[in-house]
């Protein structure tokens, strides 16, 4: 059993704590053996490869709360004209660009099925763990019912992913069974409308509670957590008081909603950079006609509701969703976090323990601890100074995953 020695770096350790000049992590096989400085750190006698970190700042690896593997800018009218085994290849390439940005750990909110997280599992492809929700629930012409007012539905499902539509407590009782038999870790749901659909509107809300109350029990059976896609406030308060303790995005919510997000113990996901990415787009007239409104309107929002959320006291966790926005930049959410009020470290805490807090998994991954999965990153630049930088997939020196190296391009 070899062991991996990481050193001559400075420890952020996702604690929180004071930073740890000349620091080590003692790795073995997939483990973290030891970390702290350098000279409390009791080496084997043999079987150790030494990893310089070059002066770099070594961070435990980081967590994305909410991406699309399977998409990639995706628009309505691709299934129509893409064959179904394009979007599994060029999943591998998101999934390799997403791991070497520096995330070792997605929850993917929709139509990434088994088969991927199996092949990232036995090591087919490179690409961070996986979290699979594998298909969002919608109510029929919701955020992700594809039928559109021609007549034409664009069909998403195939053998091992199911249909999405859903409506009333039977249909939505089963659906639940349906993706959790299909290898679901997380039931998400779209509880209102979005931007990039065209049949409704982000503001108003899909369910009842009466239905969203039963996936919650139908999950639980399972020990499994819901997601909520929600935008408009009636349907956010519909998620939270059903039972449902992650609320993405969270655009148009009210003091009411941050009572109960607050009364719940519940978490909000921002997923600042889509909105920063489809405010672009829509500059740039490359949306959907039928999402320009939506956008202008989301981005009008979201970042002042989330520096009220924040200052509020609300539990905030890092996610992107990325696959709308594009994949490999995923750590450009930090500084977006930062405008909404948050410290350098407290961002990257959203984007490390406290995601693994979201995803059930605080006590595998999310920090740099005695015990733990060994998810390491390197950044060549203090990311306390330049939040920004983690942006940057150059500036990660190396990336570990699971004890073992993925990326490498440190400075010799």
Not at 164 to 179: A, F, I, N, P
Request: with cysteine; aromatic share 6%; proline share 4%.
């Amino acid at each position: 059993m070899g062991y991996i020695l990481i050193h001559n770096g400075t420890l952020i350790d996702g604690k929180g704590g004071q930073l740890v000049q000349d620091s080590g992590v003692l790795i073995q096989d997939d483990i973290i053996q030891d970390v702290g400085p350098l000279d409390s750190i009791k080496l084997p006698s043999h079987d150790v490869e030494k990893i310089d970190a070059h002066g770099g700042f070594i961070l435990p690896g980081f967590i994305d709360s909410h991406v699309h593997i399977m998409f990639n800018g995706f628009r309505i009218e691709d299934p129509l004209f893409t064959p179904l085994s394009f979007y599994f290849y060029q999943a591998g390439e998101s999934l390799r660009r997403t791991l070497e940005a520096g995330i070792t750990t997605v929850r993917d909110a929709g139509l990434a099925d088994y088969g991927v997280k199996m092949a990232v599992e036995e090591g087919l492809i490179p690409g961070p763990r996986l979290q699979i929700s594998v298909m969002p629930l919608s109510i029929t012409g919701g955020h992700f019912d594809l039928w559109m007012k021609s007549g034409i539905e664009v069909k998403t499902s195939y053998r091992g992913l199911p249909e999405s539509v859903c409506d009333g407590t039977g249909e939505v009782r089963k659906k639940v069974r349906e993706v959790l038999r299909a290898g679901a870790d997380v039931v998400k749901v779209m509880v209102t409308g979005g931007v990039m659909s065209a049949n409704d509107n982000p503001e108003h809300p899909q369910f009842s509670r009466e239905e969203l109350e039963v996936m919650v029990e139908e999950a639980s059976y399972r020990g499994v957590n819901l997601m909520a896609h929600a935008h408009g406030a009636q349907g956010i308060k519909n998620a939270l008081k059903a039972g449902i303790t992650s609320i993405e995005h969270g655009t148009f919510l009210d003091g009411e909603c941050l009572d109960l997000l607050l009364e719940k113990d519940a978490w909000l996901v921002p997923t600042l950079l889509v909105n920063q990415h489809n405010q672009k787009m829509a500059e740039a007239g490359n949306l959907p006609e039928y999402s320009q409104g939506d956008s202008e309107n989301v981005a009008k929002l979201l970042e002042e509701n989330m520096k009220i959320a924040y200052r509020a006291g609300v539990k905030i966790a890092m996610g992107t969703d990325a696959g709308i926005a594009p994949h490999g930049q995923n750590l450009r959410e930090l500084s977006l976090l930062c405008r909404i009020g948050m410290t350098p470290m407290e961002a990257i805490q959203a984007g490390t323990i406290r995601a693994a807090e979201l995803l059930g998994w605080d006590d595998k991954i999310g920090t740099l601890e005695k015990g733990k999965i060994a998810d390491v990153v390197v950044s060549k630049k203090d990311p306390l100074a330049h939040i920004d930088s983690l942006g940057d997939p150059e500036n990660i020196n190396l990336v570990i995953k699971d004890g073992k190296v993925v990326k490498d391009i440190r400075t010799p």
